[in-house]
C-alpha cells in the first residue's frame, strides 16, 4: 500500500508562484508515473502535469510554460512549481502515483489565487 501526502498549497497573489510537493510512503518502486491533477468547483477534473518513469513529461496547455513537475526518486517525493500564477488555476490540486496498474491519489490541497 501507497500513501501520499501533499503539502505546499495556499493562498497566491496573481502572479505570484507555489510549490507543491507530494512524499509517498510504503512500497514505492520504480518504474513509476506521478502526476498532478486539479479540480475547480463546477469544472471537471484535469490533469496538470504527468512524468513517467521513462522521463517523459507533459503538461496541460494552459501551464505550459508556468509549471514544472520534477521528481526526488530518492526521497520519493515529487513537486509542482507553479509560476505566474492566475486565478483560472484556482482549484484542488492532488497529486496521483501509478506503479504497474495500482493508482494511488493525494487527499489534494487547496490552491487559491486571489488579489
Known amino acids: 500500500q501507497v500513501h501520499l501526502v501533499e503539502s505546499g498549497g495556499g493562498l497566491v497573489q496573481p502572479g505570484g508562484s507555489l510549490k507543491l510537493s507530494c512524499s509517498a510512503s510504503?512500497?514505492?518502486?520504480?518504474?513509476?508515473?506521478m502526476g498532478w491533477w486539479r479540480q475547480a468547483p463546477g469544472k471537471q477534473r484535469e490533469l496538470v502535469a504527468l512524468?513517467?518513469?521513462?522521463?517523459?513529461?507533459n503538461y496541460l496547455d494552459s501551464v505550459k510554460g508556468r509549471f514544472t513537475i520534477s521528481r526526488d526518486n530518492a526521497k520519493n517525493t515529487f513537486y509542482l512549481q507553479m509560476n505566474a500564477l492566475k486565478p483560472e488555476d484556482t482549484a484542488v490540486y492532488s497529486c496521483y502515483l501509478r506503479i504497474g496498474s495500482a493508482q494511488y491519489w493525494g487527499q489534494g490541497t487547496q490552491v487559491t489565487v486571489s488579489s
Open positions: 512524468h513517467t518513469g521513462g522521463g517523459t513529461i
Open positions: 510504503g512500497s514505492v518502486y520504480s518504474p513509476s508515473t
